[in-house]
């Protein structure tokens, strides 16, 4: 169960889209689709953005997708904006009832 | 409104125990399965343990494997993770989460912080 692989930063400019990885290996990102993505303001809670790859939960804005291919997974956010500064956290389903999460990535908002 | 309220935690020397506790409201407790993830203040979210709806299923990580155990009780709506052979590594804030699905944690509580100091 070693953690799933981020990048630490990305940065982007209001309008502008980024993409965050998220690697892993064929136990978990690529053995499933079942891959999710937390967003973290500080001080807050983790909030659900992204479930089963792709899927928005109600009330998630549509300018947050997630993709898969093979072992890495990908959360991207287009047309950035300020509220989106946090930490964002990928989590893999890793089989026998355990799950995996990743390293988290800080996304700035320049 | 779903509501997630976690206890028990506190200051414990290395080696010692603790049982956390998290009480659930706002929803059917025993349709569903619930996770204790940790975070460092400061740091990353670690995953740390599952149980199914009915209990008969559970999952630890590798780090707590052996020395955490998470049950539930739900007469009470309860959830618990017993930790024992604590170590400063898992001095950390302790949020229990309601899972639908495959790494889906929809609710989470704001956690109880846990410090393992001599």
């Known amino acids: 169960q070693s953690a799933l692989t981020q990048p630490a930063s990305v940065s982007g400019s209001p309008g502008q889209s980024i993409t965050i990885s998220c690697t892993g290996t064929?136990?978990?990102?690529?053995?499933?689709?079942?891959v999710a993505w937390y967003q973290q303001a500080p001080g807050k809670v983790p909030k659900l953005m992204i479930y089963?790859?792709?899927k928005r939960p109600s009330g998630v804005s549509s300018r947050f997708s997630g993709s898969k291919s093979g072992s890495t997974a990908s959360l991207t956010i287009s047309g950035l904006q300020a509220e989106d500064e946090a930490d964002y956290y990928c989590?893999?389903?890793?089989?026998?009832?355990?799950?995996?999460f990743g390293t988290g990535t800080k996304v700035t908002v320049l | 409104e779903v509501a997630l309220l976690e206890s028990g935690g506190g200051v414990v020397r290395p080696g010692g125990s603790l049982r956390l506790s998290c009480a659930a409201s706002?929803?059917?407790?025993?349709?569903?399965?619930m996770t204790w993830v940790r975070q460092v203040p400061g740091k990353g979210l670690e995953w740390v343990s599952f149980?199914?709806?009915?209990?008969?299923?559970?999952g630890y990580g590798d780090s707590v494997k052996g020395r955490f155990t998470i049950s539930r009780d739900d007469t009470k709506k309860s959830l618990y993770l017993q930790m024992n052979s604590l170590r400063a590594e898992d001095t950390a804030l302790y949020h229990c989460?309601?899972?639908?699905?495959?790494?889906?944690?929809?609710?989470w509580g704001h956690g109880t912080l846990v410090t393992v100091s001599s």
């Open positions: 706002g929803f059917t407790f025993n349709d569903y399965g």
């Open positions: 089963d790859v792709s």
């Open positions: 064929s136990s978990d990102v690529g053995g499933y689709d079942y």
């Open positions: 989460a309601r899972v639908i699905g495959g790494a889906i944690f929809d609710y």
């Open positions: 989590c893999s389903f890793a089989g026998s009832s355990t799950y995996v």
């Open positions: 149980i199914n709806w009915n209990g008969g299923s559970t």
